[in-house]
């Protein structure tokens, strides 16, 4: 994959430079190679669009959608957004305009606004879309038939609170812990913070949150902000609660600095490799794995069907519309199990891993 | 005596213009050698030429009676040739020793590190020479002025015994930012160099040149136009051949000089700055010239300073056309009609990238605005008034500033405040390093604004001008003044008569 | 003299450059070339030119603000959150939030004589943090109706056209106008090449380097607007990852990044010569992995060759 | 000549180098009335960790700075070397493992790409702030290209051993990240290098003429900054265990703001390394307080933003440069 990409970026390295160059260079570029893509062409161009490969989520997220392509050998195309909504919403306008609308989309929004305009753009060039995570409560793929093929998520408040009670039973459900925080407008933080919420509530005063960070998803923040809390609470820290696995390992860390790696147990979420190596470890108590080869895959496998005819989106029930996919919770006993069973994905069984339609808290 | 540094028949050309036409003059051992000329005379060219950053077109450079190729200042620097130019080039960051030695550090590496106590010491030795007693190893940013010429100079000398064959100074107006005392000091060091080096001195004071060369050239259009021994020579005879045409009977209008009002345009009580100023009072006429004499520390700097409001002062009480005024800023004097023409032209009086008539209106942009925008139709006019009437040479009102004479440039400094209608000029060395024929003009200008009913408060480049333009004097010394003289015409002070309270 | 034709033709360099790109990608994939894919490439351009323009006055004096991607979040926030209660009231206020932060900035760099560097770098701070009180921590809807009621004149069509490309227009014409023919432009230049000669002048430098920098927070403002008109809602984190791409615009388009020289239609050229590399490698289709490899290098080499060095005597 | 002016400058600019350490005193000071365990043993040595990796940086950043230049490459130097480290030790992605031997190739490499900034800066003669953006991101793609946007975890205890281990009680990091401040000090006094990146800094047409190869001396310090941000990298690993594209995410603007905070201009020639150490200080402490004294999450950034003004107000010797930019 990264051989491909480097000789890709050559080529075009190269096709850039004559471009600045001037005309003839350019010109003679546009006659020696033949345009691979052609506006207004017969066959479905796949596309996974996300927020940046340099995360190990995101990584297989895109690896799941170039399998599924790879199976019935179609075009994969791989957008990121590098975190700005103005980039991301702007590639995806040009991947239409190449593929002169024939692009099947599958889209984590880098914020849930962007998903609106996603899909008036995918429906305006007749794509078709499917939306992950993000999106405006009130916008539904029944409202946009066909081309609004579906909106997947994970239920990050249930989920959250799994993993949350994970971490207090580590500890013996008695005692102080400190959460470290995604970018706090994001929904999975919103979330995620919500599913600790209510987790700390069920344990009747037994836990207490000591103190709440947000490290905007970054290693360093939760590593400095851990430190600082082993100064403040010092041994009140019975565990440490992560609303993604990256500042988890941050946390890890700084326990560690301070000898307290595999003592103070640590939860994340999102199952990344490294976090279940931790949980083996004996040092995080759990992680939740979203399953992102999957998302990757089946968001571009369902409008494909849709595309191609094998059904008709419009007369699926809800369920099948706006709908959670499977978390699997990682701990010490489970984990074993969890990494034998390595996930090989039916691209036929459309919703088999789907787990009831997306329910809206106020 | 066999010459030291040659050049013969050298030529430079630009496009458009010839800048150097067959120029030769030699340099004897230990001897001093005058080279005067107008500013586009050609002096700065030959200097350049010295100095690796031309290479002559045709003829070339001699030491030693060898030609040699000269490829950069430090190139000039190595072959013995070594410049104290008028901008000074020290960097205030670095220590002196540093400053001397810069990009000559090999000498004292020792495992590649520099040892900071040998090159101290290899620094006080050069400061020695110069009678300059700082510490090597103080930053230079705390250095005054002078100090930091007589570093430059030090720096320049640092070259005896570090190459083989002669060392060639050449000093390029060294005395425009030096007091009286500090020249004299600079002349004695000059003669006592003359046993080893030989020197090339620049200047526009041709009395100065007269004291201290043994031969004098004068430069005009790129040629050297006439060659004499000094003592043959005289100021009257030099500035002939450098104008071209012949000295103006009375230099400094004195004929124009008119007899104050009986207006105050500044009254000043017991202004002063800490460690600047203290108790100075005085009152200031519209249509007089108020000289301020002084050496560098006696405050006059920061009293003209204080009066433009480019500082504040800490005590006392001003007064404007009668109005009591608080300056914090140079723009609430302007606000009251005040302009500063600075003594460092080129980075407070002007800026270089802005065109003629963008610098002359940028006091007084308002006066140029209807409905928000520039009236660019206007702007040029009245710039091309003020042109012709300051006789400035320049291509067009839209060229770049940067690229005019001395001369030219203090003339537009002088429009911009005369466009902005101030009432109070303060000239802070008019006339630093502008040739004569500039400086006539100016001193024209500065009677045409007394004649005006402008007040003018004079820093004079040398006491000579003070004198002789001011219709009063005040001499500064220790941040107080201490001698206030009258100067109508005819009734003149004497230089002596002012040196005498000035130290 | 000699160098005068070459000179002129550095001014056009920028431009050269962009044409250049966009024929070395359109005949590559000629759909590139279809009026409407110009058209939404310009238009996806005006925010960030919108955000570039203003900063553009801010390195003209010879500084820089790095708190206009925070400023046009929270003005984001301030619209969303005002639309439902103020109508389009919340527009001007929105803009004028911009302005406000950007003022601050201006101040604090100059009344408290701190690098506009950290001075702006600090204020984002506290932006930021009003944004996120004000949004209550998450990104707020506009709905639909406030939408149509208040913003369609951001995000509708005139003339076949797309408004954000009018309006971006109406700015280049606005900016390059006060840039070249007021006062205020010209003191930003003088400011941008020898602050001390202005100065000396009698001119309250500062009271023209605040307006620089306000006007930078209004544009920053109005950029955060059209953004919040686009995506139909606000959020403090709306403009993220906008501020290196801003200044990449302006200095791809060739205004020197230490002041005294450039203007408004080179930051508009910058704009477009950054998007139409970012759409232009979607087109060629760069590997997402190479991408930003092939940004970085293209970033350089159009500096390289766009930049006027004829009035900068030392390059840092 | 003028003795007053000249005796009652270096009083004043004497006086005012300290008032960085006075700021940073102050700050503790702050911050020990809300939180009593902030002076404790513990939170010192947890400073030191947090502090060790961007002291490092800082003294590759300062000499940029001090040039008048800046260097925007860090993160993506500080990313390759950082997952180049990851994959040469015992890893779970690559097979090499050569332990401590993969330190000096990583301080090389970043050397590597800061050599790579100077001569692209000097050659192509465009801005510093350009080419080193455009040289950092091509560093961010890289990292993420070679790794495919995973991570490598990293298994090797003697690269662990460089954050992890304690000398004389005190993190091996910081041990590290002291000895490039020594090191930083010796370059910026007692070398040539050192010298001329301050003249060049302060004055660049007068150091041409002074005969200091001008290009070499920028491409030189671009290299030399390029080694620190490489130490860097390798000191992320062994604090993290692991290396990934995003490792140095948000470490570019605390860097420079430690630097400016410190008191070094960023208009070049005024300043120095032992300032930037307490910029540094500053800075983290800074950060670690805002934790300890419990402030509330949403207004962090603004108190830190107002902090960081009043910092440096107080700190910064603004004595010299007239002109603020």
């Not at chain 4, 100077?118 to 702030?129: A, D, I, M, W």
Request: net charge neutral; proline share 3%.
């Amino acid at each position: 994959m990264s051989i491909k990409s480097i000789l890709s970026s050559r080529t075009s390295r190269r096709s850039f430079l004559q471009g600045g160059a001037g005309f003839a260079a350019a010109g003679s570029l546009g006659f020696s190679t033949p345009s691979p893509a052609i506006a207004g062409e017969t066959t479905w161009t796949l596309a996974n669009s996300l927020r940046s490969l340099a995360n190990p989520y995101h990584a297989t997220f895109a690896k799941g959608g170039a399998d599924f392509a790879k199976s019935i050998d179609a075009k994969y195309v791989t957008l990121v957004t590098e975190g700005n909504s103005e980039k991301g919403i702007s590639d995806i306008k040009a991947l239409l305009q190449r593929t002169g609308g024939k692009l099947i989309l599958n889209v984590d929004p880098n914020d849930s606004p962007d998903a609106r305009v996603i899909v008036d753009e995918v429906k305006k060039a007749g794509g078709y879309v499917v939306t992950q995570w993000n999106k405006p409560n009130d916008l539904h793929p029944w409202d946009n038939n066909p081309n609004y093929v579906a909106h997947m998520s994970f239920d990050g408040v249930p989920a959250s609170k799994k993993i949350a009670q994970v971490l207090f039973k580590a500890f013996g459900g008695e005692g102080g812990v400190v959460a470290i925080g995604g970018i706090l407008s994001n929904v999975p933080a919103i979330e995620r913070k919500q599913g600790l919420e209510m987790a700390i509530a069920e344990s009747g005063g037994k836990v207490t949150l000591l103190d709440f960070q947000p490290a905007d998803w970054n290693e360093q923040k939760a590593f400095d902000a851990t430190q600082a809390w082993l100064t403040r609470f010092g041994d009140k820290i019975k565990g440490v609660f992560a609303a993604n696995d990256d500042m988890g390992l941050g946390a890890l860390e700084a326990l560690r600095q301070a000898g307290l790696a595999g003592k103070v147990p640590v939860v994340g979420l999102d199952g990344i490799a490294a976090a279940v190596k931790a949980v083996e470890a004996g040092e995080f108590a759990g992680t939740v794995a979203w399953d992102p080869l999957w998302t990757g895959g089946m968001g571009l496998a369902i409008p494909y069907a849709v595309a191609t005819g094998k059904i008709d989106i419009a007369k699926e029930p809800k369920e099948h519309r706006e709908f959670y996919g499977t978390s699997v919770i990682v701990t010490k006993d489970t984990v074993a199990a969890f990494k034998n069973s390595p996930e090989k994905l039916d691209f036929n069984d459309l919703w088999g891993k789907a787990t009831g339609q997306i329910q809206y808290r106020g | 005596m066999e010459p030291v540094l040659e050049l013969k028949g050298v030529s430079v050309s630009f496009p458009g213009v010839k800048a150097l036409d067959e120029v030769s003059f030699s340099v004897g051992k230990g001897e001093v050698v005058g080279l005067i000329g107008e500013n586009g005379a050609g002096k700065s060219t030959v200097l350049k030429v010295l100095n690796g950053i031309y290479r002559p077109d045709s003829g070339g450079v001699f030491i030693d009676g060898a030609p040699v190729r000269i490829a950069s200042p430090r190139d000039a620097f190595d072959k013995g040739i070594a410049m104290v130019f008028q901008e000074q080039l020290i960097l205030p960051s670095l220590t002196v020793a540093e400053n001397i030695f810069l990009g000559r550090e090999e000498e004292f590496l020792r495992y590649g590190l520099i040892s900071k106590s040998r090159m101290n010491a290899a620094a006080a030795e050069e400061l020695r020479k110069v009678h300059l007693d700082v510490h090597p190893g103080r930053r230079c940013a705390d250095l005054s002025f002078a100090d930091r010429q007589m570093v430059e100079i030090a720096k320049a000398l640092s070259l005896d015994g570090r190459i083989k064959g002669d060392v060639t100074l050449l000093l390029d107006e060294p005395t425009s930012v030096l007091e009286k005392k500090e020249i004299d000091l600079l002349f004695n060091i000059i003669r006592d160099l003359k046993q080893r080096e030989s020197i090339v001195f620049i200047s526009h004071r041709l009395e100065e040149v007269l004291a201290i060369t043994d031969r004098i050239y004068v430069m005009r259009d790129g040629k050297v136009v006439f060659e004499t021994p000094a003592k043959d020579a005289t100021v009257k005879a030099l500035h002939q051949h450098m104008v071209g045409r012949q000295l103006h009977h009375e230099y400094y209008r004195e004929a124009r000089q008119a007899a104050p009002t009986a207006v105050p345009a500044i009254e000043a009580k017991g202004l002063a700055l800490r460690n600047g100023f203290s108790n100075v009072s005085f009152t200031l006429y519209e249509g007089e010239i108020i000289g301020i004499a002084g050496v560098i520390g006696s405050g006059r700097e920061d009293l003209a300073k204080c009066l433009a409001g480019h500082k504040p002062i800490d005590a006392g009480t001003l007064k404007v056309g009668g109005k009591l005024v608080s300056f914090r800023a140079a723009h609430d004097a302007t606000a009251y009609g005040i302009g500063l023409v600075p003594s460092e032209r080129k980075t407070e009086g002007l800026v270089a990238s802005f065109s003629v008539a963008e610098n002359m209106t940028l006091a007084a942009l308002p006066k140029f605005v209807s409905n928000g925008l520039l009236r660019f139709g206007d702007e040029e006019k009245v710039a091309r008034d003020w042109i012709a009437r300051l006789k400035i040479k320049t291509p067009s009102v839209r060229t770049m500033v940067g690229s005019l004479s001395g001369g030219n440039q203090q003339k537009v400094v002088l429009a911009k405040w005369r466009v902005a209608g101030v009432r109070v000029v303060i000239l802070d060395h008019p006339t630093r390093g502008i040739d004569v024929g500039a400086k006539e003009d100016v001193y024209e200008l500065v009677r045409d604004m007394t004649a005006e009913g402008l007040a003018v408060i004079l820093l004079g480049d040398t006491l000579e001008e003070v004198i002789g333009l001011s219709s009063r004097i005040l001499v500064m010394r220790d941040g107080e003044i201490a001698a206030t003289f009258d100067a109508a015409p005819g009734k003149k002070p004497t230089q002596v008569d002012l040196v005498g309270y000035m130290v | 003299m000699m160098t005068a034709p070459r000179e002129r033709l550095q001014d056009y360099a920028p431009l050269i450059m962009l044409v250049a790109l966009v024929f070395a990608i359109g005949f590559y994939d000629r759909s590139f070339f279809s009026s409407s894919n110009l058209l939404t490439i310009i238009a996806d351009t005006m925010t960030l030119f919108l955000m570039a323009s203003g900063v553009t006055f801010v390195i003209m004096i010879g500084g820089i603000d790095l708190s206009v991607q925070s400023v046009a979040s929270m003005s984001s926030c301030v619209l969303a959150v005002g639309l439902p209660r103020l109508g389009f009231a919340a527009v001007p206020l929105a803009v004028l939030a911009g302005g406000a932060a950007g003022s601050l900035g201006g101040i604090v760099s100059t009344k408290l004589r701190i690098p506009s560097f950290i001075a702006t770098l600090a204020i984002s701070g506290v932006v930021t943090s009003v944004g996120f009180w004000l949004s209550t921590e998450r990104s707020i809807n506009i709905s639909a109706e406030d939408s149509a009621k208040s913003l369609n004149w951001a995000v509708g069509q005139f003339l076949g056209v797309p408004s954000e490309i009018w309006l971006g227009v109406c700015f280049l014409a606005i900016l390059s106008a006060l840039l070249d023919l007021t006062p205020f432009g010209r003191l930003v230049r003088g400011i941008g090449s020898q602050e001390r000669a202005v100065m000396a002048s009698g001119i309250d430098v500062n009271r023209t380097k605040i307006a620089a920098y306000a006007l930078s927070g209004t544009m920053a403002g109005i950029a955060g607007v059209i953004m919040a008109a686009r995506l139909g809602s606000g959020s403090p984190t709306l403009a993220n990852e906008f501020l290196l791409p801003a200044i990449a615009c302006i200095v791809v388009g060739g205004t020197a990044i230490t002041g005294g020289v450039g203007s408004i239609w080179r930051t508009f050229v910058g704009a477009l010569i950054v998007q139409v590399v970012r759409i232009g490698m979607t087109f060629v289709g760069v590997s997402a992995f190479a991408q930003q490899i092939v940004f970085g290098c293209i970033l350089v080499a159009a500096v390289a060759i766009t930049m006027d060095r004829s009035k900068i005597a030392v390059i840092k | 000549m003028s003795r007053a002016s000249v005796e009652s400058i270096p009083l004043w600019t004497r006086w005012r180098s300290w008032a960085p350490v006075a700021v940073l005193l102050a700050l503790c000071i702050l911050i020990r009335l809300f939180s009593p365990n902030f002076l404790s043993v513990s939170n010192f040595i947890g400073l030191l960790n947090s502090a060790s990796i961007p002291l490092v940086l800082s003294m590759g950043a300062t000499f940029i700075i001090l040039m008048g230049s800046i260097d925007l490459s860090v993160e993506g130097v500080v990313a390759v070397t950082a997952v180049l480290v990851s994959l040469l030790v015992e890893n779970d992605v690559s097979s090499y493992s050569i332990g401590l031997f993969a330190v000096p190739i990583a301080i090389l490499i970043g050397g590597a790409m800061g050599f790579a900034n100077g001569v692209l800066h000097v050659k192509l003669k465009t801005p510093s702030f350009m080419t080193t953006l455009g040289v950092g991101f091509a560093g961010i793609g890289i990292a993420t290209t070679v790794l495919g946007g995973f991570t490598a975890r990293i298994s090797d205890q003697s690269i662990r051993f460089l954050s992890l281990g304690r000398v004389l009680g005190l993190p091996v990091a910081a041990w590290i990240a002291f000895g490039a401040v020594l090191l930083s000090l010796l370059v910026q006094e007692r070398t040539r290098l050192g010298r001329w990146l301050y003249a060049i800094g302060t004055d660049e047409m007068t150091a041409r003429h002074a005969g200091i190869p001008i290009e070499k001396t920028r491409i030189l310090t671009f290299t030399l900054a390029g080694l620190f941000y490489g130490l860097a990298g390798v000191l992320s690993v062994a604090q993290f265990g692991q290396g990934h594209a995003l490792i140095s995410q948000g470490r570019l603007f605390t860097t420079v703001t430690a630097v400016v905070v410190g008191g070094t201009s960023l208009s070049g020639g005024v300043g120095s390394v032992l300032n930037s150490v307490i910029g540094v200080f500053v800075v983290t402490i800074l950060a670690n307080g805002m934790i300890l004294m419990g402030v509330a999450p949403y207004v962090q950034q603004g108190v830190q933003g107002l902090l960081i003004i009043v910092a440096v107000t107080l700190a910064l010797d603004r004595s010299r440069l007239d002109v603020v930019k």
